[in-house]
């Protein structure tokens, strides 16, 4: 099984920018298009940058929640300021969180293969917790010999 941790983290809250994601929720290759069209939508027209200017790190977020029956994927920062518009601030429960960490040649590459990991290996194959909802993220922690490296945070409970 691959390599992961429980960690206890406190409650923290992530301003996002999101889009609805349309594909259908089995549809990974749909869901990762769409994904990527906004990254790239929001590197063009200078919205990430917004974001990371008022950072109080330099994590990224890739935050994926569901809210009023709508799958919504977020770009986000830890923050103490709040913007208008199309931000939302995205609220993550103290408690225990499946942490899986890993690198790869860029942003999007690291959220999917984390995601792929976590979704697909850790959690269907563990016996002793649960993710029973919530939101979760990719977080894009730096840069380090040419490669993005980061980790999946996903808030479970022990079964």
């Known amino acids: 099984m691959t390599n992961y941790n429980l960690e206890y983290k406190d409650s923290f809250t992530v301003l996002g920018l999101g889009t609805e994601l349309k594909s259908n929720y089995t549809d990974y290759a749909g869901i990762n298009k769409e994904k990527s069209d906004f990254w790239q939508a929001i590197k063009k027209d200078g919205r990430l940058d917004t974001l990371k200017a008022i950072a109080t790190n330099g994590y990224i977020f890739a935050v994926n929640e569901a809210v009023n029956n709508k799958m919504m994927h977020y770009a986000g920062v830890l923050t103490k300021v ?6 939302r601030m995205i609220q993550f429960p103290k408690g225990e969180y499946l ?5 790869a040649t860029t942003a999007e590459e690291l959220s ?3 995601t792929g990991i ?13 993710y029973v909802g919530g939101p979760n993220a990719t977080v894009e922690m730096g840069h380090e010999n040419g490669l993005v490296y980061g980790e999946m945070w996903i808030p479970v409970v022990r079964k």
């Open 82 to 87: 709040s913007l208008p518009e199309e931000h």
């Open 99 to 103: 942490v899986v960490k890993g690198e």
């Open 112 to 114: 999917n293969k984390l």
């Open 118 to 130: 976590a979704f697909g290996q850790v959690l269907p194959e563990t016996k002793d917790f649960a």
